[in-house]
């Protein structure tokens, strides 16, 4: 038997990469997965991968910085396959969003979109699930954040906001449901095998990643064993936690 039989999943921005790894490792310890996307053909290709290798999973597109959309969305997982005992905030990367730079150079304009999507995106989604976990008297929920949430890394600072800020809430709300059983936790991931995609070969990349002390980039599937024992029972101590997986780098994603 998996540790995660019976519970049901709904994972965020898991068409491809890191979210895609969590999905997998979920659905392959037990748990029925809902794979969200803001593109419905993405989910799918991601449905077809983690089905093909036995998992019970469907397809969940919606945009999770939009509250009714959250809600419509959330709504139509709990009608396929039941109530989400597990979420994974993992949607953190805002699409059509170029390069960032020094805070000082930066457009107030353009704030909104990693704000709406780090902080506001995560907190629709934990306020919509929440009440039933508390209800049922068991939910996991767990945010996928960054080193650059509590470290200063360069040229990221909108996005190191919007970290520090949900995983502030995580804290708090964790305190609140102490005795609820349900448990919200984050963890902040390091340098990822998609950094490389997103920011090129450059040459701060590369300076970056020659200061990983296991001298390599983390792969999705290693965020999504943490995150399946994070699900578990045998996690059932923990909550209020940020847990940092980034080969021992001092940056973030």
Known sequence: MGQLDGKIALVTGAGRSVGLGIAQELAEAGASVAVNDLHAERAQEAVDQIKSAGGRVIAAPFDVANLESVRAGIGRVERELGPVDILVNNAGIPEGVGPTGPFVESDPAQWHFNIDLNLYGSMYCIRTVLPGMAQRKWGRIIQISSGAGSRGVPNVSIYSAAKAGIEGLLRSVAIEMAQS?????????????????????????????????????????????????????????????????????????
């Open 181 to 253: 059983g349900v448990t919200l936790n984050a963890i902040a991931l390091g340098l990822m095998a998609n950094t490389g995609e997103r920011m090129g070969n450059s040459a701060y990349l590369q300076r970056i990643f020659s200061t990983i002390p296991m001298g390599r980039l983390g792969e999705p599937r290693e965020i999504g064993a943490c995150a399946v024992w994070l699900a578990s029972e045998k996690a059932g101590y923990v909550t209020g936690q940020t847990i940092h997986v980034n080969g021992g780098s001092v940056h973030g994603r």
